[in-house]
């Protein structure tokens, strides 16, 4: 049976042609003494993302990525999920953005339909942001990891840090956007970092 575990010196390839979450997963991979390359980096195409959910497309490029190189890969997929909206747009956020991606309009159309609903209030611009992780291996084998963060929305955008919707987005307890955080800061506290450091766990545990 292949094995999921990574030890200190492998290298992980993120399957994202994302430059945003390549360069968190390097810092957040950095502390395992985990090297990161992207599937971009090797040349590799972006899987269509056909799943119906956050864990069956972070699925879909896991395994492809590993099948392609032979390696241990992790997919990520990762969304915003707004409450008013009915979830939206969730796994098809990046799709919001169109091609080539422009997150300033994905920003405004989500601000658009808020307003149409009349979700001006705080309480009524509640939303999250969800991350699955897929670790995968070229046997097709997989382990999932999740992490959410709950906040509200903000308009107009606030801040140059981070990416995606993350100008408009106040976590709980916060009270600047994740696009004004420092980038530490919200690794410490963001969906992504509560997803991995459920993958790190699972790195450390004993197989």
Request: glycine share 10%.
């Amino acid at each position: 049976m292949t094995s999921l575990k990574l030890t200190n010196g492998d290298c992980l390839v993120i399957a994202t042609h994302n430059k945003g979450k390549v360069r968190e997963f390097e810092d957040l991979c950095a502390p395992l003494g985990v090297s990161v390359v992207s599937s971009a980096a090797l040349g590799l195409p972006e899987p269509e993302e056909t799943g119906t959910t956050f864990a069956e497309n972070a699925r879909l490029k896991a395994v492809a990525t590993a099948v392609a190189t032979g390696k241990i890969a992790l997919g990520d997929d990762s969304g915003l999920a707004v409450d008013a909206l009915d979830g939206a747009p969730g796994i098809y956020s990046a799709r919001w953005a169109g091609e080539p991606r422009d997150f300033g309009a994905a920003m405004r159309r989500v601000e658009a339909e808020l307003a149409a609903r009349g979700a001006t209030a705080p309480e009524a611009r509640r939303a999250q942001f969800v991350c699955v992780l897929c670790l995968a291996n070229p046997a097709g084998e997989v382990q999932f990891f999740e992490g959410t963060v709950a906040g509200h929305l903000v308009w107009p955008p606030r801040g140059t840090n981070g990416f995606g919707f993350d100008p408009m987005f106040v976590a709980d307890g916060r009270d600047i956007t994740f696009g004004e955080m420092d980038p530490a800061a919200k690794h410490a506290i963001s969906h992504r970092a509560n997803a991995f450091a459920a993958f790190k766990a699972a790195l450390a545990s004993p197989r």
